[in-house]
């Protein structure tokens, strides 16, 4: 559900014209809608090296804490090319597959990219398209706006398990986000008695993120026993998520940590079943099933939701289901 974007650093230098008010306002209007569904993608190997960071750093003094605040609380990548971070008409099909949005200082729209006096936005079309969008009003960009449409989308019976990857977990598993928690408390129980012609929701979901993980990752799952899961099955479950993980083929799955809790325990703290990368959570009403074959069986809600008031919440469940005294875990090293 993230969108990736770039950023043009000449942007970010105030227009003469601008008051100290609209400046705030267009800066804080971007961070607002970056924290709930961006991606910064930026130039150099790191984000200091960037030439966007030199940007940042000549802010005026009431944005640059606001810059360095939310560079510390959420993702970005490097863009992978070698880049010097400008956006123009010339390089722009360079960056195809690697952005989906630029961010563009008003001269830059106009002169370069043809952009009408009135025009917020333009999509250059190629191989995968890409909008350019005036930095001024990044809030209203058409990708922005409709990944915010989507974050509540329900899954339809019959979306594909590649669509449903693509939309809504694509961007997040290539964010640089290590760790990955699931709860999901059928998610052991529908693996065990999944036909042998289909992966399991759980077993395709980590296909999926060993596929499109941009390095090492760390998981932990939540389940439940059930009356086909039993406690003395512990052993059978880590020697089947043993072979599960040892098929992955680019073994980017370092570390698969399962919880099996009671249904007693899942009763008490938590109906729900989500899935949370970091900051970032999909709350996925039948869970994992959505991925077993290769299509959802049923329609199912989910919603993308973060802010740290919201993830706190999630982040509880699972600390009061890891504390339950019936809970046992098995480790299985990637």
Same mark, same amino acid.
């Given at each position: 559900?993230?969108?990736?974007?770039?950023?043009?650093?000449?942007?970010?230098?105030?227009?003469?014209?601008?008051?100290?008010?609209?400046?705030?306002?267009?800066?804080?209007?971007?961070?607002?809608?970056?924290?709930?569904?961006?991606?910064?993608?930026?130039?150099?190997?790191?984000?200091?090296?960037?030439?966007?960071?030199?940007?940042?750093?000549?802010?005026?003094?009431?944005?640059?804490?606001?810059?360095?605040?939310?560079?510390?609380?959420?993702?970005?990548?490097?863009?992978?090319?070698?880049?010097?971070?400008?956006?123009?008409?010339?390089?722009?099909?360079?960056?195809?597959?690697?952005?989906? !949005? =630029?961010? @563009?200082? /008003?001269?830059? +729209?106009? &002169?370069?990219?043809?952009?009408?006096?009135?025009?917020?936005?333009?999509?250059?079309?190629?191989?995968?398209?890409?909008?350019?969008?005036?930095?001024?009003?990044?809030?209203?960009?058409?990708?922005?706006?409709?990944?915010?449409?989507?974050?509540?989308?329900?899954?339809?019976?019959?979306?594909?398990?590649?669509?449903?990857?693509?939309?809504?977990?694509?961007?997040?598993?290539?964010?640089?986000?290590?760790?990955?928690?699931?709860?999901?408390?059928?998610?052991?129980?529908?693996?065990?008695?999944?036909?042998?012609?289909?992966?399991?929701?759980?077993?395709?979901?980590?296909?999926?993120?060993?596929?499109?993980?941009?390095?090492?990752?760390?998981?932990?799952?939540?389940?439940?026993?059930?009356?086909?899961?039993?406690?003395?099955? !512990? =052993?059978? @479950?880590? /020697?089947?998520? +043993?072979? &599960?993980?040892?098929?992955?083929?680019?073994?980017?799955?370092?570390?698969?940590?399962?919880?099996?809790?009671?249904?007693?325990?899942?009763?008490?703290?938590?109906?729900?079943?989500?899935?949370?990368?970091?900051?970032?959570?999909?709350?996925?009403?039948?869970?994992?099933?959505?991925?077993?074959?290769?299509?959802?069986?049923?329609?199912?809600?989910?919603?993308?939701?973060?802010?740290?008031?919201?993830?706190?919440?999630?982040?509880?469940?699972?600390?009061?289901?890891?504390?339950?005294?019936?809970?046992?875990?098995?480790?299985?090293?990637?």
């Amino acid at each position: 559900m993230l969108v990736p974007f770039i950023i043009d650093p000449v942007s970010l230098e105030p227009d003469s014209a601008w008051t100290a008010a609209q400046v705030n306002i267009f800066h804080k209007s971007l961070l607002d809608v970056w924290q709930r569904v961006g991606l910064l993608t930026h130039d150099g190997d790191s984000f200091a090296d960037s030439r966007l960071n030199e940007a940042v750093q000549k802010l005026p003094q009431k944005l640059r804490p606001l810059w360095h605040e939310m560079l510390k609380r959420v993702p970005s990548r490097r863009c992978g090319i070698r880049w010097d971070g400008r956006v123009t008409r010339d390089n722009i099909s360079r960056l195809t597959g690697i952005t989906s !949005l =630029a961010l @563009v200082d /008003d001269a830059c +729209a106009e &002169v370069d990219f043809g952009f009408d006096e009135d025009q917020l936005s333009k999509v250059i079309e190629g191989e995968r398209a890409i909008e350019v969008c005036r930095f001024i009003s990044a809030a209203q960009a058409r990708a922005f706006e409709k990944a915010l449409n989507q974050s509540g989308m329900h899954i339809e019976a019959r979306d594909r398990y590649d669509d449903i990857w693509a939309l809504r977990f694509k961007e997040l598993a290539a964010a640089g986000i290590k760790r990955v928690t699931i709860v999901d408390r059928y998610a052991i129980v529908q693996h065990r008695n999944c036909p042998q012609r289909h992966l399991s929701g759980i077993e395709r979901f980590l296909r999926l993120l060993d596929r499109d993980a941009d390095g090492p990752r760390y998981v932990s799952l939540f389940s439940a026993w059930t009356d086909d899961v039993r406690r003395d099955h !512990l =052993a059978a @479950v880590k /020697d089947d998520f +043993a072979n &599960v993980v040892g098929r992955l083929p680019k073994h980017k799955i370092k570390l698969l940590k399962i919880s099996m809790v009671s249904k007693s325990a899942f009763g008490r703290v938590s109906h729900d079943r989500f899935v949370r990368f970091e900051n970032y959570v999909w709350d996925i009403g039948v869970g994992l099933k959505v991925f077993q074959g290769s299509c959802a069986e049923e329609r199912s809600s989910a919603a993308f939701k973060t802010g740290d008031g919201i993830i706190h919440g999630y982040k509880q469940v699972e600390m009061d289901l890891d504390g339950d005294a019936g809970t046992k875990h098995v480790e299985i090293p990637g």
